[in-house]
């Protein structure tokens, strides 16, 4: 897989603003609530399927306006969104309050509720996972899984997932996106904070990870009406100076800025040769990595 195949479109895993539009597919059966430049907030429910339990309603997850309906087929909205971008996910779009288990707490027992996007620091344990479908919630966000837990809830084999090859008929369970990707990492701190900062407010997920077409697994935060969007292209072009984290591999989660581009390929754990630089760390030690483990920060 080549470096540039891994390249994602804003190159940069956190746009504090940007005006994006999202489909909110509908199951089948299901009726929109809204009509054609309604102004609707995140918490807003634009559809409703009757399920054997009553009612089921689809929120519109964003705040904006409504762009498109296709009755049967999905609500478009477009707003003004805090875009974050995981490293690895599984399950479609989904929408719900953001919540997280109080410190202290064990997860075996802890209280999940229904309809909430469980937000998790560190590994998430195949029972956590578990635990939150059985209790309705909407999606998971948590720093790792381990591979073989992720197959094991998934029911598919990972690199099946990954490379869409998964049968389209078999959704995910529930929707889960990964910050720091497959292992046991932790959530970083910088992102950790800006989640936190947001609980209880809707978050709009959406857990598809297909590498080769660029596309990593995504949050979306609404932010007020009238906030003033950034402009992409944004600077993210791994160049000299660039404040880059390292987000896959023995390194991962180390900080820092590109000092050099080595001018020829290196050999990397893998024993694959890869375009690589030179990173200063924030603790003053050097580091090289390949481009394709590198993320624009600043």
């Known amino acids: ?96 309050a953001l919540y997280a288990i109080p410190r202290g707490e064990s997860l075996a027992v802890a209280h999940i509720p229904h309809g909430c996007v469980l937000l998790h620091p560190t590994r998430a344990p195949l029972m956590l996972l578990q635990r939150a479908l059985a209790s309705g919630a909407a999606g998971v966000i948590a720093a790792s899984v381990t591979a073989l837990e992720l197959e094991a809830f998934a029911r598919a084999d990972l690199m099946a997932l990954l490379e869409g090859l998964a049968p389209p008929t078999e959704p995910q369970p529930l929707t889960v996106v990964l910050t720091e990707g497959v292992g046991e990492a932790v959530m970083d701190s910088t992102l950790w904070h800006m989640l936190t900062r947001r609980l209880g407010d809707i978050a709009l997920l959406n857990g598809q990870t297909l590498p080769q077409r660029a596309i990593r697994p995504e949050i979306l935060l609404s932010l007020p009406e009238g906030s003033t969007p950034l402009q992409p292209p944004l600077p993210s072009a791994l160049a000299v100076g660039a404040l880059v984290r390292v987000w896959a591999g023995p390194s991962r989660g180390a900080r820092g800025r590109i000092a050099y581009l080595l001018t020829h390929e290196r050999p990397t754990g893998a024993g694959q040769w890869e375009p690589c630089a030179q990173l200063q760390l924030d603790d003053g030690a050097t580091l090289i990595a390949p481009l394709q483990q590198l993320d624009v920060i600043g």
């Open 1 to 96: 897989m080549s470096y540039s195949s891994l390249t994602f479109p804003h190159g940069r895993p956190v746009i504090t603003s940007l005006t994006i539009s999202r489909q909110r597919p509908l199951p089948p059966g299901a009726t929109p609530l809204v009509s054609m430049g309604e102004r609707v907030t995140p918490e807003r429910v634009v559809a409703e399927q009757r399920i054997a339990q009553g009612v089921r309603g689809i929120l519109a997850g964003l705040s904006g306006q409504v762009t498109g309906i296709t009755v049967g087929q999905s609500v478009t909205v477009e707003g003004v969104a805090t875009l974050l971008n995981g490293v690895v996910g599984v399950g479609g779009p989904a929408a719900g």
